[in-house]
């Protein structure tokens, strides 16, 4: 194949999973390059949203860019009001408190923005099924435009546009655009619409990114365009902000990729809007100031550790409470006034992995309830969350993730309807994680070739998962535990002659478990010591087979 010269047959293996048989399908998938983005006006009503901004831009109105308080929300944020302002448009943002306002948009703080002067609200990450919300605000002479990505209800709200890639008729080639991504696309239809080349907005791509990978949108065609330039960015020349991020995170200019884009900077991002207010992340990603960058770094960094404290500390009480209640249920249910509104996506993410079924997570209050859903392969929770529609004040999200305001009256309906839905589409599942294997394979054919084609093949994400292998009969040299609490697992194994290291990241308690011999699943990492890189193993998975 192409690129490729003689094909070793592990290289095969890896084109022949992802479904390449050809030469022009290898280059399509592996390319990296966005030279010929989609035309951004196939997505639907990107003109009436271009029409719209361009009027208020005449006439010298303030525009504001309504986003949510998740880093999706947040970079889609930060992204429009540089670039509208770039543009000549007086744009500012507005984030709503997660606590005090909730998720999506809200009369009032619409309502607060008409008296401010705005007759335009530009919404990023939300707006899809803020029917009543929207219909106000037309009522009292605001129009919206709606950049989104969530799943499409029943009834549409009247925006002036509504551009989302997975409403009915789409032509768009490409629907698994992030909100930030959609806000993108709108910034390259501006720039079209005037003339000016939209390739200047690849220099924000970085922001874009973080927002993809954090929204975990596949990392296919468009997105893994978006996500390779944006992290050659952040490790060449990053804003002030993420520069300052990455310092007190302690990852490294030039070494940072998808995965740490996805666990270290997002969470720091996600922690201001889950226990404080979200502009704190905008502003830091905004900021020209490294006096003020230093200081909103540090301010992250201090919230995010609260945030993993109060996380781990209700994932706990929730296992315990799920033992108590039914720990067969298809569906998790389980919340109370005890569990923090700003956690309970983590905490039902956690929840969804430890007993491999759906959970719903979610914070009582007094008269509302505010709920957070994951869900496993194969289960729609935005599909069963529809199924008790009638329950909600206002719910939304995607096949995987979803959120919803309640009535606190209705939780227990809610909670035996869940269950009923689970019951049925869950019928004949395994409720057991199942490990995908790429190929077994000694740890020597790894190396050359098939090495190449794993760089190749990155970024790794949703849609585009990290080659897992396997390798059986492994000699164990050593093995010990490591991190301040030993919670970590660190061996070294050898292969006929050569030693490998490999690493299990919350594996310290099975250290027991090790024999002689091992037989490992794992994924491929690049450990640097002394300046040198080397391979090393990142453990997913060990047996140690009985009597080795």
């Known amino acids: 194949m192409a690129g490729f010269g003689r094909i070793h047959p592990l290289t095969a293996q890896l084109l022949y999973n992802r479904g390449l048989f050809s030469p022009e399908q290898a280059k399509a998938r592996l390319s990296t390059s966005g030279d010929a983005w989609p035309d951004p006006f196939l997505l639907p009503d990107m003109d009436r949203a271009v029409d719209a901004l361009l009027a ?39 984030i709503p408190h997660r606590e005090t306002e909730g998720y999506g948009l809200n009369v009032p ?8 002067g705005a007759r335009l609200l530009i919404s990023v990450d939300t707006g899809t099924s803020a029917v009543d919300e929207i219909t106000s605000a037309a009522a009292f002479g605001l129009g919206v435009i709606a950049l989104d990505h969530h799943t499409i209800p029943p009834q549409l709200p009247p925006a002036v546009a509504l551009v989302n890639p997975h ?62 330039r ?18 007190r995170a302690g990852l490294k200019l030039g070494e940072v990729d998808a995965s740490d884009l996805g666990f270290v900077v997002a969470p720091r991002i996600n922690a201001m809007g889950r226990l404080d207010h979200a502009i704190s992340s905008y502003q830091l990603l905004s900021t020209s100031d490294e006096v003020e960058a230093a200081f909103l770094a540090e301010r992250l960094e201090d919230t995010n550790k609260a945030r993993r404290k109060l996380t781990a500390d209700a ?70 969350l529809g199924h008790c529609r009638d329950l909600f004040v206002r719910h939304g999200g995607h096949p995987q993730a979803a959120g919803f305001t309640i009535d606190t009256a209705r939780l227990p309906e809610l909670k035996r309807r869940l269950r009923e839905v689970a019951g049925a589409g869950l019928a004949g599942f395994d409720l057991q994680p199942v490990l995908a294997i790429e190929a077994a394979t000694p740890l020597q054919d790894l190396l050359g070739q098939p090495k190449k084609l794993l760089d190749r093949l ?23 535990g490591i991190g301040s609490t030993g919670a970590h697992l660190q061996l070294q194994l050898a292969e006929g002659s050569h030693t490998w290291r490999a690493v299990g990241f919350g594996m310290g308690r099975r250290i027991a478990e090790i024999g002689r011999t091992i037989d490992v699943a794992y994924t491929l990492s690049a450990d640097r010591w002394q300046g040198v890189d080397r391979l090393q193993l990142r453990l997913r998975d060990f047996r140690s087979p009985a009597g080795r």
């Open 458 to 480: 990155e970024p790794f994400g949703e849609g585009n998962p990290e080659p897992v292998f396997m390798t059986p009969g492994l000699r164990v040299v050593e093995a010990r």
């Open 167 to 228: 409403r009915s008729g789409a032509r768009y080639p490409f629907t698994g655009l992030s909100g930030v991504g959609v806000g993108f696309k709108f910034l390259q239809a501006l720039h079209m619409a005037l003339g000016s080349d939209p390739s200047v907005l690849e220099g924000s791509l970085d922001i874009v990114a973080i927002g993809t990978i954090a929204d975990i949108a596949p990392l296919q065609e468009e997105n893994r365009w978006i996500v390779s």
């Open 315 to 384: 994932v706990e009480l929730a296992l315990h409470t799920v033992d108590q209640d039914d720990p067969d249920a298809p569906i998790v249910v389980v919340g109370g006034p005890e569990y923090p509104a700003g956690i309970i996506g983590l905490v039902a993410s956690k929840l969804a992995e430890e007993r491999y079924r759906p959970a719903v997570v979610y914070s009582q209050g007094p008269e509302l309830s505010r709920g957070s859903a994951r869900s496993i392969p194969g289960f729609s929770i935005i599909a069963a």
């Open 56 to 94: 208020a831009r005449s006439a010298q109105e303030p525009v504001v860019v309504y986003g949510d308080f998740d880093a999706d929300g947040i970079t889609g944020a930060a992204l429009l009001v540089q670039g509208l302002k770039s543009l000549g448009v007086d744009a500012y943002p507005y």
């Open 230 to 247: 944006g992290l050659s960015i952040f490790n060449t020349t990053p804003r002030v902000g993420l520069a300052a991020l990455m310092q």
């Open 109 to 116: 703080a619409m309502k607060a923005q008409f008296d401010r």
